[in-house]
């Protein structure tokens, strides 16, 4: 099983130990290999505005060479993991910064196939609040990716370093992380099989019946049609 791991922050801190011990937990369950990104240092470029990746094709984004590999490795991989800590209430700039470069694959523009049978999951550490906007701006992204599923976990560590946590917080901490491994591991088993959401079969529907009114030569509607998704009622999930 492969999975992609996209690091919002650089730091070996709280984000990084919640997640290598989720990480731990999984491959207790089965074989994994990891790839992971960590940024900004695997993509250290703001989104310019340039339209370039929408209007005419991803290999003309200015930062293509960064964000074409971490496309890639999504696309290979069974199951996504993306982490942040809570930066002023938000996640990290990094984080920010990649999924900006993914707009061209919102289920608005050129939705990539492999999406809709993918698990996701999030995981962010706060000192004390926040989490739930990390969660709910990636999570957000990733259904207009269309991703199947997405699991999430948010940690208020109420201390600057995990070993500051008291050591009856810490087991508690790992209890849950260890529940959230074992039922996304689950899920990865059994992702083939996973309904897919009512969220993405109403927007692609809707996206089916923009595209067919858009003008032959118009990007989107070119891959549309190339997937065969503008014809009867072909969907790819
Ligand atoms: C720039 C910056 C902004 C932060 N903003 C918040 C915040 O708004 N609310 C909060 O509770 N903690 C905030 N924190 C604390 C971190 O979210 C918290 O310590 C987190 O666990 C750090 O994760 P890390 O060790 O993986 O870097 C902030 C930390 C930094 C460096």
């Known amino acids: 099983m492969k999975i992609c791991i996209v690091h919002g922050s650089p730091r070996k801190g709280n984000t990084y130990k919640a997640t290598n011990f989720f990480k731990e937990q999984l491959q207790k369950n089965g074989s994994i290999a990891f790839r992971e990104f960590f940024l ?3 993509l250290p470029h703001f ?3 340039c339209y370039a990746c929408i209007m005419k094709s991803e290999e003309y984004c200015p930062h293509h060479l960064y964000i074409g590999p971490i496309i890639q490795a999504m696309k290979e991989a ?5 982490t942040s800590p809570v930066y002023v209430l938000a996640e990290t700039g990094g984080m920010k910064a990649m999924l900006d470069h993914c707009a061209y694959i919102f289920l608005s523009h050129r939705p990539i196939e492999e999406m809709f049978s993918k698990v996701g999951m999030v995981i962010s550490t706060t000192a004390g ?3 739930g906007h990390v969660i ?4 957000r992204n990733l259904r207009f990716w269309g991703v199947k599923k997405i699991h999430s976990c948010g940690f208020a560590m109420y201390a600057k370093e995990w070993e500051e946590m008291r050591t009856t917080k810490q087991e508690k901490l ?4 260890r529940k959230k491994a074992d039922r996304f591991y689950h899920d990865l088993q059994r992702r083939e099989k996973l309904p897919t959401s009512l969220f993405t079969k109403v927007i692609f529907g809707m996206m089916r019946g923009m595209c067919k009114g858009y003008p032959e030569d118009q990007t989107d509607k070119m891959y549309w049609e190339s997937k065969g998704w503008l014809q009867g009622k072909c969907k790819p999930f």
């Not at 709910?136 to 999570?139: A, D």
């Not at 790992?174 to 992380?177: A, N, R």
């Open 78 to 82: 069974d199951g996504l993991i993306f």
């Open 136 to 139: 709910k701006t990636i999570s």
């Open 40 to 42: 900004p240092k695997d």
């Open 129 to 131: 609040a926040g989490t």
């Open 47 to 49: 989104c310019v505005g």
């Open 174 to 177: 790992e209890k849950i992380l």
